[in-house]
């Protein structure tokens, strides 16, 4: 006999959407306020994740922005990383002398954004920044400079905003802590 663990609940919200929406603001500010003056900022989203994120934050933007995507290998339907990051679609702006800024969902073990700054430091970027609504420092696994963090999170696992378990609850407004339901199966 094992314990399946193959479908997962909603337990409870870890940050409400008004809680959200004021941070996605003030990052914008931040950001903003670090790049007066550049004459165009590309913001790289990380798919899928960070569609959500990345639209609300450049809807509280004046300064001029490009938007562009990549995509990393995705857990699947697991919930921990296997530690390889392979790069399934990427961006489309040439990026030599540009100020570069990732966009993120969350950050976990660090693995995905290490392997994403080292495969876009290649193309000489003028500047190359991280800004992630989310951090789970205690799970980190390799070093990494996060220049913008929305919020710092205990070791859960979240969903809603952008982020999936089982390309579910990506819609939710705010975000939620989910769990498996774990039920006895038959060997
Ligand atoms: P890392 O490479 O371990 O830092 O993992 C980063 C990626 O894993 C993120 O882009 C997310 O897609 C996914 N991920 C990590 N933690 C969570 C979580 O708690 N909920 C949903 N996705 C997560
Ligand atoms: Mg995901």
Redesign the pocket.
């Known amino acids: 006999m094992r314990i399946r663990q193959d479908s997962y609940e909603i337990t409870r919200t870890l940050i409400s959407e008004e809680a959200v929406q004021q941070r996605v603001k003030e990052l914008a500010r931040e950001i903003q306020q670090q790049k007066q003056g550049c004459s165009r900022l590309i913001m790289v989203g ?1 798919l899928k ?1 960070a569609f959500v994120f990345l639209s609300d934050l450049v809807r509280h933007m004046q300064i001029p922005v490009s938007i562009d995507f990549i995509q990393t290998t ?2 699947g339907n697991r ?1 921990q ?1 296997s530690g390889e ?1 392979q790069i399934i679609k990427d961006i489309m702006i040439p990026i030599e002398q540009e100020e570069v800024i990732l966009i ?10 290490y392997r994403l700054k080292q495969l876009l430091k290649t193309r000489m970027p003028k500047s190359l920044e991280v800004c992630a609504l989310l951090d ?1 420092p205690d ?1 980190r696994q390799v070093p990494l400079a996060v220049e913008y963090t929305g919020f710092t999170i205990p070791d ?4 809603g905003y952008g ?3 089982d390309e579910q609850y990506r819609n939710l407004p705010y975000i939620a802590v989910a769990q498996p339901t774990t039920r006895k199966g038959e060997k």
């Open positions: 990380v994740g995705s857990y919930t990383s990051v993120e969902d969350i950050i976990d073990s660090g693995r995905t954004i789970k799970r859960h696992f979240v969903v982020l999936d378990v």
